[in-house]
């Protein structure tokens, strides 16, 4: 989450882990949420960063829309390797 500082990340980051467990239904506690949002915007961002889009490093919004893409992508991703 470049361009916020680490509380923004981890406020974020909580947000978009919290948002894509619930789209999910996967019954994750916080500390996961704010670790699926973090490094799901760093997923979210390379997977925008492909399509030719950029999230706005500073835009609390665009992180944490990339954040909620990226934490949905490595739910649906566990659970397809997990079976």
């Known amino acids: 989450m470049q361009g916020l500082g680490w509380l923004a990340a981890i ?10 467990s619930a789209i999910m239904k996967a019954d994750t506690g916080m500390l996961l949420n704010i670790i699926l949002g973090i490094v799901g915007a760093i997923v ?10 950029n999230a706005q490093a500073g835009s609390w919004l665009a992180q944490g829309v990339a954040g909620l893409i990226g934490a949905v ?7 397809a390797v997990a079976g």
């Open 11 to 20: 406020i974020v980051g909580g947000f978009a882990g919290w948002i894509a």
């Open 44 to 53: 979210g961002n390379a997977l925008l960063g492909i399509l030719g889009l």
């Open 73 to 79: 992508v490595l739910i649906w991703a566990y659970r």
